[in-house]
Nanobody, 120 residues
């Protein structure tokens, strides 16, 4: 199982970015794919999680209405619109199990993160 997140960068507040998570060695149909982020000096937090087996995506309150998860074959995307400075952090994709609580404890496989910086 391998995961590779990409697509981060520097963007002005109000802008958009699309992150990609390329999955290899497994099918997202049978794992949950989660997006997590960690801001400097803060704990990692869940942003979204998609349970492929049931076609359900959970979003953190901070992401609802602004972020959208989609998928094309084995790549999962996180479209982030109306970005805010507080969205800054390293974004990780992970595979495993999740619930609406978006806890990272259920994730068993992690990819390297991609940096997102939103300037005001």
């Amino acid at each position: 199982v391998q995961l590779q997140a990409s697509g981060g960068g520097l963007v002005l507040a109000g802008g958009s970015l699309r992150l990609s998570c390329a999955a290899a060695g497994f099918s997202p149909d049978y794992y949950a794919i989660g997006w997590f982020r960690q801001a400097p000096g803060k704990e990692r937090e869940g942003v979204s999680c998609t349970r492929g087996s049931v076609g359900t995506t959970y979003y953190a309150d901070s992401a609802k209405g602004r972020f959208t998860v989609s998928r094309n074959d084995s790549t999962v995307y996180l479209q982030m619109n109306s970005l805010k400075p507080e969205d800054t952090g390293v974004y990780y994709c992970a595979a495993g199990w999740c619930s609406h609580l978006l806890l990272d404890a259920g994730m068993s496989h992690w990819g390297k993160g991609t940096q997102v910086t939103v300037s005001s």
